[in-house]
């Protein structure tokens, strides 16, 4: 039976005092609601319907490239009117229905797996996650029977002041329903309570009363379930998400100085016995090698590299480093940076579009772009490509083992044969063949005596 899963992401999220609708806040590299429609995938959930509202373009643009439907609630009148706008959409439901919040980033797969498995197990109308937080203020309570069979859930502005002390089990929002039986009955959910909403958490009190079972399913670890509300509880999900992506790298053999100071994305893969250090932050689809020392202070987006390579101070994005390559400190590499085994990009230096060959050297303050260098090149401190000329962006070639001397300007469309050398400080604008000495620079002058002579004079003057 195909599992549906429900992601309730049409709210605004007013305490976050955002221009933003607050499921498009990032926890690590990705919006809020991401982490929900991955969670629900990962749990083998077939179809994914996100619902939107509040700013509905920004929370599709946020999951663009994910395979999710989009349902709109234009008016928001509660969690259980979010559901039956669903239903309507889809022309009910068959299987189960897995609802979750678009701001609980931290719910594992394997919980809702196992929350799937126990209603189908019993049959059950629904089956609700609960868990007791320290601060259960603002939570919606669970009322159990004298039995400790489920009786209800009472939302926290309907409790009394009696029911808010002792009832301290809360709804964390999250369900699994029998898709019939929730097709068949949503419409009974009324709005006569205090907010005047929707309540998609009556539901548990209409099943109670229709004599259909219901369960709830306590959750030890409550930080599984917290929503994130406020910019401070962002941070705490940061910092969770951070811990659990950590401790799960080190188990398979990667080391961290300080974890508390790295931050790897959910998509990103790092090989045994590779070190990251302080301040390094990893995003995207990047993977990283064997053996390989990142950081300290390296921020590497959407890039691959391989094993036994020395990132230090760098900040990459989509670059493709291949084995024994060392970088920085402070190297910037951009989009189709491409060095192969053994190469050197070196301090202050910034790399575009360009393929440094086999154990080819940049190692100083320059600029390489749109240009492809073959092996054994030694590119002098200060050496850069013009590859702009206002309008198009050219290319600029450089053989195997060409010398360029340092403050060397190549100006593109410009070729250096294999071999050849160029004299330091030299602006290079033709082609040089293989093999040849290219210099472009005026001849060196020399006055004898004249430093003192001048010193003289300036003092005279005085
Ligand atoms: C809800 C539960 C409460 C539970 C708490 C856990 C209800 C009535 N209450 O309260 O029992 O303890 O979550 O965090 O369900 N949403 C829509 N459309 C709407 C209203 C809300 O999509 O019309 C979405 C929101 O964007 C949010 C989620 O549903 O992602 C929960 O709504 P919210 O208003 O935050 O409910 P809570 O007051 O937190
Ligand atoms: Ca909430």
Not at 60 to 82: I, K, M, N, P, Y
Not at 88 to 112: E, K, N
Request: net charge negative; with cysteine.
């Amino acid at each position: 039976m195909p599992i549906t899963a429900i992601v309730l992401a049409a709210g605004e999220g007013t305490r976050m005092k955002s221009r933003h609708p607050k499921v498009v806040h990032k926890v690590l590299d990705k919006p809020l609601v991401w982490w929900s429609v991955r969670a629900a995938r990962d749990a083998g959930v077939d179809r994914v319907v996100v619902v939107v509202g509040n700013g509905a373009d920004e929370v599709r643009a946020s999951l663009a490239g994910e395979d999710v439907t989009f349902v709109e609630q234009t008016e928001r009148l509660g969690t259980g009117h979010a559901v039956r706008v669903v239903r309507d959409a889809l022309g009910g439901f068959q299987g189960p229905v897995v609802v979750l919040s678009g701001d609980s980033p931290l719910l594992r797969a394997d919980t809702i797996k196992d929350l799937i498995q126990r209603t189908m197990a019993a049959h059950n109308a629904c089956t609700v996650l609960t868990m007791t937080p320290p601060d259960v203020t603002g939570y919606g309570r669970l009322d159990f029977a004298e039995d400790g069979s489920v009786r209800s859930i009472i939302e926290h502005k309907d409790c009394t002041p009696e029911q808010r002390e002792r009832l301290t089990e809360c709804n964390s929002s999250i369900y699994c329903f029998c898709g019939g039986r929730l097709t068949a009955n949503i419409d009974k959910i009324g709005n006569d309570n205090v907010q005047h909403e929707y309540y998609l958490t009556d539901m548990v009190g209409i099943y109670v009363g229709m004599g259909e079972p219901v369960a709830a399913v306590h959750v030890d670890d409550y930080t599984e379930l917290l929503g994130v509300n406020s910019r401070s509880q962002l941070a705490e999900a940061n910092k969770v998400m951070q811990r659990r992506i950590n401790e799960g790298l080190m188990a398979e053999g990667v080391s961290m100085l300080d974890p508390d100071s790295v931050w790897v994305g959910p998509d990103v893969t790092v090989g045994r016995d590779t070190v990251l250090l302080p301040l390094t932050m990893l995003w995207g689809k990047t993977s990283i090698g064997e053996g390989c020392t990142v950081g300290p202070n390296t921020r590497l987006t959407d890039t691959t590299v391989g094993d036994d390579c020395t990132v230090d101070e760098t900040v990459a994005i989509q670059a493709t480093l291949e084995n024994d390559v060392n970088c920085g400190p402070r190297a910037y590499l951009r989009p189709g940076a491409h060095l192969l085994d053994g190469s050197k990009a070196g301090t202050h230096v910034e790399i575009k579009n360009s393929t440094i060959g086999k154990g080819s050297k940049v190692p100083h303050l320059s600029y390489i772009g749109d240009t492809t260098m073959g092996e054994g090149v030694n590119v002098g401190a200060g050496s850069i490509t013009c590859n702009y000329d206002g309008v198009h962006k050219n290319k600029t070639f450089i053989g195997d083992n060409v010398f360029v001397g340092s403050d060397t300007m190549m100006v593109a469309p410009v070729s250096i044969g294999d071999g050849a050398l160029v004299g330091a400080s030299s602006c290079i604008t033709r082609d040089v063949p293989a093999d040849a000495l290219a210099i472009e620079r005026s001849e060196q002058k020399i006055i004898e005596g004249y430093a003192s002579a001048r010193m003289a004079r300036l003092k005279k003057e005085n």
